[in-house]
Protein backbone atom coordinates (compact mmCIF):
# COMPACT_ATOMS: atom_id res chain seq x y z
CA UNK A 1 0.00 0.00 0.00
CA UNK A 2 2.63 2.33 1.04
CA UNK A 3 4.37 1.33 -2.59
CA UNK A 4 1.23 2.41 -4.50
CA UNK A 5 0.93 5.51 -2.32
CA UNK A 6 4.41 6.75 -3.42
CA UNK A 7 3.92 6.19 -6.78
CA UNK A 8 0.70 7.41 -6.86
CA UNK A 9 2.27 10.86 -5.68
CA UNK A 10 5.48 10.68 -8.07
CA UNK A 11 3.29 9.66 -11.33
CA UNK A 12 2.33 13.06 -12.04
CA UNK A 13 5.51 14.74 -10.95
CA UNK A 14 7.51 16.39 -13.84
CA UNK A 15 11.00 15.42 -14.17
CA UNK A 16 10.24 12.19 -11.80
CA UNK A 17 10.14 8.86 -13.18
CA UNK A 18 9.19 5.69 -11.28
CA UNK A 19 11.62 2.57 -12.51
CA UNK A 20 10.84 0.04 -10.30
CA UNK A 21 9.89 -1.30 -7.26
CA UNK A 22 10.81 -3.69 -4.71
CA UNK A 23 9.35 -5.67 -1.92
CA UNK A 24 12.50 -6.42 0.10
CA UNK A 25 16.19 -5.79 0.22
CA UNK A 26 17.49 -8.25 -2.25
CA UNK A 27 14.91 -7.28 -4.75
CA UNK A 28 15.99 -4.08 -4.01
CA UNK A 29 19.63 -4.62 -4.80
CA UNK A 30 19.11 -5.98 -7.73
CA UNK A 31 17.08 -3.45 -9.34
CA UNK A 32 20.06 -0.77 -8.59
CA UNK A 33 22.03 -2.68 -10.31
CA UNK A 34 19.52 -3.37 -13.34
CA UNK A 35 18.55 0.38 -13.27
CA UNK A 36 20.78 2.27 -12.06
CA UNK A 37 18.55 4.82 -10.16
CA UNK A 38 19.29 8.42 -9.56
CA UNK A 39 17.78 8.10 -6.39
CA UNK A 40 16.67 5.41 -3.90
CA UNK A 41 13.81 5.42 -1.53
CA UNK A 42 13.65 2.99 0.93
CA UNK A 43 12.35 1.73 4.37
CA UNK A 44 14.77 0.19 6.61
CA UNK A 45 11.95 -2.60 7.72
CA UNK A 46 11.44 -5.34 4.75
CA UNK A 47 11.20 -8.74 4.75
CA UNK A 48 14.28 -10.84 4.20
CA UNK A 49 17.29 -8.71 3.79
CA UNK A 50 16.39 -5.48 5.66
CA UNK A 51 16.74 -2.29 4.30
CA UNK A 52 19.66 -1.32 6.55
CA UNK A 53 21.55 -4.19 5.09
CA UNK A 54 20.88 -3.35 1.34
CA UNK A 55 21.76 0.52 2.38
CA UNK A 56 25.39 -0.22 3.47
CA UNK A 57 25.75 -3.06 0.40
CA UNK A 58 24.77 0.19 -1.95
CA UNK A 59 26.58 2.65 -0.25
CA UNK A 60 29.41 0.30 -0.75
CA UNK A 61 28.84 -0.93 -4.21
CA UNK A 62 26.83 2.06 -5.61
CA UNK A 63 28.09 5.08 -3.61
CA UNK A 64 26.49 7.26 -6.52
CA UNK A 65 23.22 6.16 -5.82
CA UNK A 66 21.61 8.40 -2.95
CA UNK A 67 19.34 6.96 -0.51
CA UNK A 68 16.55 8.43 0.94
CA UNK A 69 14.62 7.01 3.87
CA UNK A 70 10.86 6.53 4.15
CA UNK A 71 10.18 4.51 7.27
CA UNK A 72 7.94 4.82 10.54
CA UNK A 73 10.95 4.10 12.50
CA UNK A 74 11.80 7.31 14.15
CA UNK A 75 13.94 5.90 17.51
CA UNK A 76 17.90 7.36 17.67
CA UNK A 77 19.28 3.98 17.01
CA UNK A 78 16.90 3.39 13.82
CA UNK A 79 18.00 7.16 12.85
CA UNK A 80 21.83 6.87 13.62
CA UNK A 81 22.24 3.34 11.87
CA UNK A 82 20.97 4.89 8.28
CA UNK A 83 23.17 7.74 8.84
CA UNK A 84 26.27 5.71 9.24
CA UNK A 85 24.85 3.47 6.50
CA UNK A 86 24.82 5.90 4.31
CA UNK A 87 21.45 7.47 3.90
CA UNK A 88 21.22 11.10 2.29
CA UNK A 89 17.83 11.46 4.05
CA UNK A 90 15.34 10.77 6.26
CA UNK A 91 11.59 10.94 6.59
CA UNK A 92 9.22 9.41 8.59
CA UNK A 93 6.11 7.99 7.02
CA UNK A 94 3.13 10.03 6.97
CA UNK A 95 5.05 12.80 5.21
CA UNK A 96 3.08 14.43 2.40
CA UNK A 97 3.42 14.45 -0.93
CA UNK A 98 4.75 17.37 -1.35
CA UNK A 99 7.24 17.11 1.12
CA UNK A 100 8.55 13.56 -0.29
CA UNK A 101 8.92 15.30 -3.57
CA UNK A 102 11.30 17.88 -2.49
CA UNK A 103 13.07 15.54 -0.31
CA UNK A 104 13.88 13.28 -3.52
CA UNK A 105 14.97 16.40 -5.59
CA UNK A 106 16.93 17.11 -2.67
CA UNK A 107 18.92 14.64 -2.50
CA UNK A 108 18.90 13.75 -6.39
CA UNK A 109 20.71 17.04 -6.50
CA UNK A 110 23.33 16.50 -4.20
CA UNK A 111 21.53 17.72 -0.60
CA UNK A 112 21.00 15.70 2.25
CA UNK A 113 17.67 16.50 3.98
CA UNK A 114 15.59 15.39 6.72
CA UNK A 115 11.95 15.73 8.18
CA UNK A 116 11.18 18.18 10.66
CA UNK A 117 11.10 15.37 13.40
CA UNK A 118 14.23 13.41 12.53
CA UNK A 119 16.14 16.82 12.11
CA UNK A 120 15.22 18.06 15.75
CA UNK A 121 16.17 14.58 16.68
CA UNK A 122 19.40 14.63 14.91
CA UNK A 123 20.40 18.26 16.54
CA UNK A 124 19.69 16.51 20.17
CA UNK A 125 21.80 13.83 19.58
CA UNK A 126 24.89 16.07 18.42
CA UNK A 127 24.66 18.33 21.18
CA UNK A 128 23.98 15.73 23.71
CA UNK A 129 27.70 15.60 25.75
CA UNK A 130 29.58 12.43 24.52
CA UNK A 131 29.28 9.36 27.06
CA UNK A 132 32.31 9.36 29.13
CA UNK A 133 33.89 6.32 28.12
CA UNK A 134 36.01 4.54 31.06
CA UNK A 135 39.48 6.03 32.04
CA UNK A 136 42.57 4.48 29.94
CA UNK A 137 40.55 2.40 27.32
CA UNK A 138 43.95 1.16 26.26
CA UNK A 139 44.53 -0.52 29.28
CA UNK A 140 43.27 -4.12 29.50
CA UNK A 141 40.92 -4.60 32.76
CA UNK A 142 43.82 -6.68 34.76
CA UNK A 143 45.96 -3.44 34.28
CA UNK A 144 43.70 -1.03 35.04
CA UNK A 145 42.76 -2.76 38.12
CA UNK A 146 46.83 -2.81 38.75
CA UNK A 147 46.57 1.07 38.04
CA UNK A 148 43.69 1.37 40.68
CA UNK A 149 45.97 -0.70 43.22
CA UNK A 150 49.12 1.33 42.41
CA UNK A 151 47.16 4.80 42.44
CA UNK A 152 46.24 4.14 46.16
CA UNK A 153 50.06 3.48 46.90
CA UNK A 154 50.26 -0.17 47.12
CA UNK A 155 53.57 -2.06 46.42
CA UNK A 156 53.88 -5.08 43.68
CA UNK A 157 53.55 -7.48 46.81
CA UNK A 158 50.73 -5.88 48.04
CA UNK A 159 48.95 -5.57 44.28
CA UNK A 160 49.62 -9.08 44.15
CA UNK A 161 48.64 -10.58 47.48
CA UNK A 162 45.31 -8.72 46.41
CA UNK A 163 44.94 -9.85 43.24
CA UNK A 164 46.43 -13.58 43.41
CA UNK A 165 49.25 -12.97 41.32
CA UNK A 166 52.96 -13.16 41.04
CA UNK A 167 55.22 -10.51 41.96
CA UNK A 168 56.54 -11.25 38.64
CA UNK A 169 53.02 -10.63 36.58
CA UNK A 170 52.29 -7.25 38.50
CA UNK A 171 55.76 -5.88 37.51
CA UNK A 172 54.66 -6.96 33.70
CA UNK A 173 51.49 -5.30 34.59
CA UNK A 174 53.33 -2.33 35.97
CA UNK A 175 55.72 -1.82 33.05
CA UNK A 176 52.89 -2.39 30.27
CA UNK A 177 50.69 0.45 32.34
CA UNK A 178 54.11 2.87 32.14
CA UNK A 179 54.32 2.27 28.74
CA UNK A 180 50.56 2.34 27.74
CA UNK A 181 50.18 5.94 29.85
CA UNK A 182 53.59 7.42 28.66
CA UNK A 183 54.62 8.11 32.21
CA UNK A 184 58.35 7.82 33.37
CA UNK A 185 57.39 5.63 36.88
CA UNK A 186 55.07 4.45 38.75
CA UNK A 187 54.31 7.46 40.77
CA UNK A 188 53.38 9.64 37.73
CA UNK A 189 51.60 6.63 36.60
CA UNK A 190 49.67 6.89 40.24
CA UNK A 191 49.37 10.36 39.72
CA UNK A 192 48.01 10.63 36.19
CA UNK A 193 45.05 7.66 37.65
CA UNK A 194 44.47 9.65 40.62
CA UNK A 195 43.61 12.72 38.20
CA UNK A 196 41.45 10.35 36.47
CA UNK A 197 39.18 9.52 39.14
CA UNK A 198 41.22 6.21 40.07
CA UNK A 199 42.06 4.91 43.66
Known sequence: MVRYGVAAVLQPVPGVELVGEASDGDELLALVRQTRPDVVLSDLSMPGRSGLDALRILARDHPEVPVLVLTMHADDDSVLAALRAGARGYLIKGADGSELVRAIEAVAGGDAIYGAPI????????????AAGPAFPDLTDRERDVLELLAVGLRNSAIAARLGLSEKTIRNHVSNVLIKLQVPDRTAAALKAREAGLG
Open 119 to 130: GRRIAGLLSAPP
